[in-house]
T-cell receptor
Framework: AQTVTQSQPEMSVQEAETVTLSCTYDTSESDYYLFWYKQPPSRQMILVIR????KQQNATENRFSVNFQKAAKSFSLKISDSQLGDAAMYFC???????????????WGLGTSLAVNP | DTAVSQTPKYLVTQMGNDKSIKCEQNLGHDTMYWYKQDSKKFLKIMFS???????INETVPNRFSPKSPDKAHLNLHINSLELGDSAVYFC??????????????FGEGSWLTVV
């Protein structure tokens, strides 16, 4: 079974600085997808970025980028130029590829609570 | 233009009542989900429907009954509410497997408080 581990329950960063949130996963599959979701205090679940395992290039979305190390099964999220609005809980998630069937679930980490200090 | 919308956003109700949460998605997806997030923020899938067919049914009390009138809607009905049902319930959707849908998009959540 697949697992996702976020080893940092809480982190903080100064506004305008860069922070990296770590995520590791365990799987025997070769085809899968990885996601970072952001959950602000409003509790809305917002997709931040996604990475296809078959792509070697790290995904980037504006100030958000990932460091995807497939062999090490590591998927960290880097937030550059941190803003107050980035304060939220960040969840790392794994999903099997389509070949696993239609009932493939999102496997979630326990989340990292990020505080942004002005 | 909310992609996945669920109502109500907030719901406070007494134990023993029956309540429903509605969900609609306008993304053209054919797979929809219900997740429960408890006070410790642990997300747990409850149900998943693909083209109105139930494909994931996790171990939840049978007081919880999903209903999918069409592939754009997935409602959640809860009978005989208990204190432990208090949580945030998220509706979500994705494209089906054949379309290579891999990203799951979430609604804003419905905060249910049972008193």
């Amino acid at each position: 079974a697949q697992t996702v581990t976020q080893s940092q329950p809480e982190m903080s960063v100064q506004e305008a600085e860069t922070v990296t949130l770590s995520c590791t996963y365990d799987t025997s599959e070769s085809d899968y997808y990885l996601f970072w979701y952001k959950q602000p205090p409003s509790r809305q679940m917002i997709l931040v970025i996604r990475q296809e395992a078959y792509k070697q290039q790290n995904a980037t979305e504006n100030r958000f980028s990932v460091n995807f190390q497939k062999a090490a099964k590591s998927f960290s999220l880097k937030i550059s130029d941190s803003q107050l609005g980035d304060a939220a809980m960040y969840f790392c998630a794994y999903r099997s590829g389509p070949g696993a069937g239609n009932n493939r679930k999102l496997i979630w980490g326990l989340g990292t609570s990020l505080a942004v200090n002005p | 233009d909310t992609a996945v919308s669920q109502t109500p956003k907030y719901l406070v109700t007494q134990m023993g009542n029956d309540k429903s949460i509605k969900c609609e998605q306008n993304l053209g997806h054919d797979t929809m989900y219900w997740y429960k997030q408890d006070s410790k923020k642990f997300l747990k899938i409850m149900f998943s429907y693909n083209n109105k067919e139930l494909i994931i049914n996790e171990t939840v009390p049978n007081r919880f009954s999903p209903k999918s009138p069409d592939k754009a809607h997935l409602n959640l009905h809860i009978n005989s509410l208990e204190l432990g049902d208090s949580a945030v319930y998220f509706c979500a959707s994705s494209q089906g497997m054949r379309q290579g849908g891999n990203t799951i998009y979430f609604g804003e959540g419905s905060w249910l408080t049972v008193v």
